[in-house]
């Protein structure tokens, strides 16, 4: 469950730190490289001034976490490479996973670029820049697809060395197929875009005592994710998505949710001047520790400024159950531009209603101009 969430929040860690000790075979046990096109299609974009990178990757695994999840990697070059500034403006398109067997499975999707030099191996996004990430759950025997429809008037950072890195599978047994199709529009440009894309993610269980970053089996308790706001600038954007799933019923994990319905809530804050005491429920790993969620809302400071709120609900039918996941696109976007002074912090709230075992997700990222 944590698996890929982990690796996703790593490697931008990393990236930004420069530690890559991790020793990568031991994590990824089956690792692919595959060859994209490298060519914009003019023809799709009707009558568009923009180019547009149709991006198309499929993979059928049989492989769960116990030995490292499956990854791959899919390389696109446009215009000079990695040597020229460009801007992405939107991406559209279908993502899905499908079960063959009645199995809990999940598939991490990240959008990543190269500066200088494209390289011909970097599985570890080692020296890459991620703009984008996508997290895909399916705890049944089922065909489960997600939209992506996401347009940005505050264009995102990129060159014309694109990459699509993604992973995942059954995680304990069974079969999936995880499959992408995207249409990435994009423009040249002359200087390098100045906007920064920033990694608010995480992932929180209810309803069982492992897995995840961290868990709770208490009802009522949820998480407060911190995120430091190292310099400043001014928040246009956040993007991404959501996806709070129950699991597949087999003793390997907590029940499926029972009752009239079951649903989570994901809040974003900032609180200026600093994380305080958020910062100091954080546990030896660096996540927050569970706490009611009275309290949570206690610690916020009176001003602090509510971004967004994405709350999600499984209403279910007489005679059904719980199994399902709980799905959203997040796109908000700043009419006016946010002020983030340097030492501010972000707030991420998990919560959940009802009943039942979930693996709650986000892969939300904050676009920050200078």
């Not at 191996?121 to 025997?141: R, V």
């Not at 911190?226 to 993007?239: N, S």
Request: net charge negative; hydrophobic share 40%; glycine share 10%.
């Amino acid at each position: 469950m944590a698996n890929l969430n982990e690796l996703a929040h790593k490697i931008e860690r990393d990236r930004v730190t420069g530690d890559m000790k991790t020793d990568w075979k031991a994590i990824l046990c089956a690792v692919f490289i595959l060859a994209g096109l490298g060519m914009s299609d003019l023809r799709a974009q009707g009558s568009s001034p923009n180019p547009v990178l149709h991006i198309q990757q499929s993979r059928t695994t049989a492989q769960g976490s116990q030995n490292g999840f499956p990854t791959y990697l899919a390389m696109y070059q446009v215009l000079n490479g990695a040597e020229s500034p460009a801007e992405l403006l939107s991406l559209n398109g279908t993502l899905s996973l499908k079960n063959y067997d009645p199995t809990f499975s999940e598939v991490l999707w990240i959008l990543a670029y190269w500066q200088g030099k494209c390289p011909v191996h970097d599985i570890s996004l080692s020296g890459a820049t991620i703009i984008w990430s996508d997290i895909l759950k399916n705890p049944s025997q089922s065909d489960s697809s997600f939209p992506v429809n996401l347009s940005f008037p505050n264009p995102l950072p990129m060159t014309g060395c694109v990459g699509l890195y993604f992973g995942g599978g059954p995680l304990l047994e069974g079969k999936a197929t995880m499959s992408a199709d995207l249409s990435l529009t994009y423009q040249p440009v002359t200087n390098a875009n100045p906007n920064t894309v920033l990694d608010v993610g995480g992932e929180y269980c209810f309803g069982q005592t492992g897995g995840c970053q961290n868990a709770t089996d208490i009802d009522g308790e949820g998480f407060a994710v911190p995120i430091p706001m190292a310099t400043a600038g001014h928040l246009l954007e956040l993007y991404g998505n959501i996806s709070d799933s129950s699991f597949d019923g087999t003793n390997n994990f907590g029940p499926i949710p029972t009752g009239a319905a079951w649903g989570a809530a994901n809040d974003f804050y900032l609180l200026p001047g600093g994380c305080g005491i958020f910062e100091r429920n954080l546990n030896e790993q660096g996540f927050p520790n569970p706490a009611p969620l009275s309290t949570l809302h206690g610690w916020l400071p009176h001003d602090a400024l509510h971004l967004a709120s994405v709350p999600l609900v499984d209403r279910i039918a007489p005679g059904a159950t719980g199994e399902a996941t709980l799905q959203g696109q997040v796109e908000n976007i700043f009419s006016v531009p946010v002020t983030v002074n340097a030492g501010d912090c972000m707030v991420v709230i998990y919560a959940r209603s009802g009943n039942g075992a979930t693996d709650n997700e986000t892969q939300v990222h904050a676009l920050l101009a200078p």
